[in-house]
């Protein structure tokens, strides 16, 4: 069973292919032949992969070195019987974080459930002579089943028999155009997927013709149930963002446990009560542990969220938001995302003129313009007749809906040749009214055109059109009109110069030609077209560049980032479509063109190899799905952030498999979208680029917040080992502690969230995904105002205790003074280099709803009889909020120095390195003119 499943049927013929899978084109297979294979093969569908459940995702929540730690508090607090509101507060911030997380967890993939709705539910299948209908799961290897248009493939077939058949496989290869396929012809082994024009693959759609094949593959042994399988291999990896908080928790957890080991070593040594020792070991744990960073981190991405939404992107996953602001490099998909998946004519070519057509897109706007200067496209009766033979030999519409929206019926190739008769004033209703068409030959793969009759009662005759390939066309004219609409000789080596030209440009071409006939002429075939054509012109198009997706990637490459294109689309019309982007990459030996790497050349290279091609070259053309996974995985090997953008089946290992995948909303496939971290709802690159800007904003945010957070924690665990090394009573208690963590912290931080992004966003390259959230300087800050903290508010404790105060009292003093110098710090925090006067003071009015929100629980925790009860409180008086304002103040004033001195210090190294990069200048201009 092995050796059948691993054969290259395309490489084999028709009759060869029958004969390895014992089956006949006529009968098929027997009844107890098919249920023979069906044992040895199975169903024909895709495995379901196993899931975690949602108790296994809950419990997952508290897999984390700091909530192990919290537990172990609220467990000891709880076996001592000292404080049980202690215990239930530290147990009730576990849960409610536990919840947090678990609400704001991706759904469980569904991209396997979407892969087993992708395959059709009923075949035409050929059984012991008959033709019958059946589920399409009951078919096996060695059946001949029948496929025409409109129908999907129901699993993979080797063609036998073929008419006018084309296929949609954009889904599975990427191809943005339906391929044709034909039976005959055996193929390379390793030719691509793409490529493999007598194979239909399972999923794909066929939009023309008809034909007979013999299933080779069922279920799991599919060219799409090995894209299935990839996705189920492909690894979810952390992002950026998780990376550091998980590498940032486990430094916190060795600290806490050694600074509680050493808090609790000194106590004892002190002679303390044991009890009273474990509660202060206990509260410079939770004390130090940061229990609204959780909350806070999902609610600053679920902002990010919010943000994305309204610029067209809608993330899946909530770390993606912070991802993007990671990106080093972007994968992008070619057709709709970088181009308009709009074919657009461009130029136009007769004998004797050439002539470029303006505008994009399917919007009929747009003038045609001689290439020369000279020659009136008007006036040029080769040029208007080229049109027009595109505008009659024509079977697809251009209709405008009532909002405005000129859309194509049909296929976009055709519509192209619309617009650009429209452009010229032509009309369609207009022209088939004038020149009725009496007779067509539609194209078929094995004669590469199409012809249409037409009356031409004008000058008497009915006029013959034809339309294809240029190697077809050519070689069957004998004469070609110029631009007054004489005919002179037919001149092919200028023609072909012209074709080969267009070629390396990347355009698709179509040669259009005519014939006359007599008026009584009612019918027309391939032998009336061999001979005797009058060459027109030609009509060179391709899938335009979306404007904003030009500005887009400027934008994207000035930040930082590079932009690569991975498309199913061919190297040379990839590769003039980068260079009309503007992507960077290595270039040819000329200097002149990207470099594309196809399929081929990837699978031929090692893996060392792809390395180093995948920093260097911008164009992927013709790879498969497997060959996009390793391109992912040889950047993510050089250390780079990938963003990968996909619309098919085919993109979907890959798009799992990058730090942050990108799905289509429009043309993507439920695949993609369920693969994706991202979906974009319009389909355009450039809202890429803002959502990248997004992400930058919310790690500055988190960046914001942690380095607002932390000091807290820092003074509060400092006050803890202070308080033991002095030998007083601690100046908060570990309920007090998880007060201000949880609430008064939460509160003010959510505000950092609602920042808005600074100015310059854009204008930074991208993070190195190795640093550290927490910088030297950010260290330097958050040490900085722990001090203080430590200073202020052990000082007024003191202060409150000499001053016969009750011990409820000054922890009362003490807490409000973390609070309060917390608020004036989370001004600081608004910019890490500016101050609150140059970001607008009101720019953020979340903020001051925070800081009213704050002294609303403060007043609270003070003066409300209940939770003086719950909270160990008490009230204070006046001249002792005094004091702890003052205190507040300080430590704005502090950390604003600390601000414009290091702002003084940028400014003189910027301008050294300005006076040095000027001297070079001069340096070199001096040795110039020496040289010379």
């Keep these: 069973m092995d050796l059948l499943l691993s054969k290259c049927w395309h490489q084999l013929p028709p009759e060869n292919v029958l004969q390895v899978l014992d089956t006949d084109m006529k009968k098929g297979l027997d009844v107890l032949e098919v249920k023979r294979r069906q044992e040895n093969y199975g169903p024909n569908v895709l495995t379901r992969m196993k899931k975690k459940g949602p108790i296994k995702r809950f419990l997952l929540q508290f897999h984390n070195p700091l909530i192990y730690i919290l537990i172990m508090a609220g467990a000891l607090t709880l076996w001592l019987k000292e404080g049980l509101v202690d215990a239930t507060t530290i147990f009730g911030v576990v849960l409610i974080n536990a919840v947090i997380g678990f609400i704001q967890e991706s759904k469980a993939e569904k991209a396997i459930e979407a892969l087993e709705g992708a395959l059709t539910t009923e075949a035409v299948?050929?059984?012991?002579?008959?033709?019958?209908?059946i589920p399409a799961s009951e078919l096996v290897p060695g059946d001949i089943v029948t496929i025409q248009s409109g129908s999907r493939v129901p699993a993979d077939l080797r063609l036998l028999k073929s008419k006018d058949l084309q296929v949609a496989e954009s889904a599975l290869t990427g191809e943005s155009t339906p391929v044709i396929k034909e039976s005959s012809s055996p193929l390379a082994c390793d030719i691509g997927l793409g490529d493999r024009v007598n194979?239909?693959?399972?999923?794909?759609?066929?939009?023309?013709?008809?034909?007979?094949?013999?299933?080779?593959?069922?279920?799991?042994?599919?060219?799409?149930?090995?894209i299935s399988r990839l996705i189920a291999e492909a690894k979810p990896l952390e992002t950026p963002l998780t990376r550091k908080i998980a590498h940032f928790s486990h430094i916190l957890l060795f600290a806490i446990l050694g600074l509680a080991g050493v808090v609790f070593l000194i106590g004892t040594l002190h002679g303390q009560p044991l009890v009273d020792t474990f509660m202060a070991a206990i509260a410079l744990a939770v004390g130090a542990i940061p229990e609204g960073l959780p909350a806070v981190v999902t609610i600053t991405l679920a902002i990010g969220v919010s943000r994305m939404a309204r610029r067209r992107a809608i993330i899946r996953k909530l770390p993606a938001v912070e991802t993007l602001g990671s990106t080093t490099v972007i994968c992008s998909d070619k057709?709709?995302?970088?181009?308009?998946?709009?074919?657009?004519?461009?130029?136009?070519?007769?004998?004797?003129?050439c002539f470029d057509i303006r505008g994009t897109g399917y919007?009929?706007?747009?003038?045609?313009?001689?290439?020369?200067?000279?020659?009136?496209?008007?006036?040029?009766?080769?040029?208007?007749?080229?049109?027009?033979?595109?505008?009659?030999?024509?079977?697809?519409?251009?209709?405008?809906?009532p909002a405005g929206h000129w859309e194509a019926e049909g296929d976009p190739t055709e519509v192209a040749l619309i617009v650009s008769a429209m452009k010229s004033g032509l009309r369609r209703g207009e022209a088939n009214e004038a020149h009725a068409r009496v007779d067509v030959i539609p194209f078929e793969s094995q004669h590469q055109y199409m012809a249409s009759l037409h009356e031409w009662k004008e000058e008497g005759v009915r006029r013959a059109f034809v339309k294809g390939a240029a190697e077809v066309v050519l070689e069957r004219c004998r004469e070609a009109m110029d631009g007054e609409g004489n005919l002179k000789p037919f001149d092919l080596p200028t023609i072909m110069h012209t074709v080969e030209g267009m070629a390396r440009k990347g355009l698709r071409l179509l040669v259009f030609a005519?014939?006359?006939?007599?008026?009584?002429?009612?019918s027309i075939d391939h032998g009336d077209l061999k001979e005797d054509l009058i060459f027109l012109g030609m009509q060179a198009m391709i899938d335009p560049p979306r404007p904003e997706a030009i500005a887009a990637v400027e934008a994207c490459q000035k930040a930082g980032m590079r932009v690569k294109m991975i498309t199913g689309d061919h190297a040379l019309t990839a590769s003039a479509i980068a260079a009309q982007l503007g992507l960077k990459g290595q270039l040819d030996d000329k200097g002149e063109n990207l470099i594309a790497w196809t399929g081929q050349d990837i699978a031929r290279v090692s893996d060392e190899g792809l390395m180093d091609g995948a920093q260097s070259i911008a164009v992927f053309a013709r790879v498969s799905p497997e060959q996009k996974l390793r391109l992912v995985e040889a950047l993510q090997a050089r250390g780079e952030v990938v963003a990968m953008t996909g619309d098919g089946v085919n993109d979907a290992p890959a798009l799992k498999q990058a730090d942050i995948g990108i799905a289509m909303g429009i043309t993507g496939t439920d695949v993609s979208k369920e693969a994706a971290d991202m979906v974009l709802t319009d389909d355009n690159f450039a809202s890429i680029e803002a959502a990248v800007e997004e992400g930058r904003g919310v790690f500055d945010n988190l960046t914001k917040f942690i380095s607002w957070a932390l000091p807290a924690n820092i003074g509060q665990g400092l006050l803890v080992v202070t308080s033991i090394l002095v030998g007083v009573a601690l100046p908060m208690l570990p309920v007090q502690i998880l007060w201000i963590n949880m609430t008064t912290g939460g509160i003010l931080g959510i505000a950092l969230a609602m920042e808005p992004k600074e100015t310059n966003i854009m204008d930074r390259p991208p993070r190195n995904p190795d640093s550290p959230i927490l910088t030297g300087n950010i260290l330097w800050r958050i040490v900085l105002v722990g001090l203080v903290i430590l200073v202020g508010a052990?000082?007024?404790?003191?202060?409150?205790?000499?001053?016969?105060?009750?011990?409820?009292?000054?922890r009362t003093i003490a807490v409000n003074t973390v609070a309060v110098v917390q608020t004036f710090y989370l001004l600081n925090c608004r910019s890490m280099t500016r101050s609150i006067f140059q970001l607008g003071f009101f720019s953020n009015g979340w903020i001051f709803g925070a800081i009213a929100g704050m002294i609303v629980l403060q007043m609270t925790f003070t003066y409300v009889p209940f939770m003086n009860f719950i909270m160990s409180s008490a009230p204070i008086g006046l001249e002792d909020w005094g004091r702890i304002v003052a205190v507040g103040l300080a430590g704005y004033f502090i950390v604003e120095l600390d601000k414009g001195i290091r702002r003084w210090i940028a400014a003189r190294k910027g301008k050294r390195q300005r006076d040095e990069d000027a001297s070079g200048v001069d340096a070199q201009r001096v040795r110039d003119g020496a040289d010379n």
């Design 125 to 133: 299948v050929i059984r012991s002579g008959k033709t019958q209908h």
């Design 335 to 353: 057709t709709g995302t970088l181009t308009q998946n709009q074919m657009t004519v461009q130029h136009l070519c007769a004998m004797d003129a």
């Design 514 to 522: 005519c014939k006359d006939f007599p008026e009584e002429k009612e």
């Design 199 to 226: 194979m239909a693959y399972a999923s794909t759609l066929v939009t023309y013709g008809q034909a007979l094949g013999v299933v080779t593959a069922t279920g799991d042994h599919t060219e799409l149930g090995r």
């Design 363 to 401: 919007a009929p706007e747009g003038e045609i313009v001689s290439q020369d200067g000279q020659s009136e496209p008007v006036g040029h009766k080769a040029l208007m007749r080229t049109l027009e033979a595109g505008l009659l030999c024509n079977d697809s519409e251009l209709v405008d809906d």
């Design 794 to 810: 052990f000082g007024l404790f003191e202060l409150a205790e000499m001053s016969g105060a009750s011990l409820d009292e000054a």
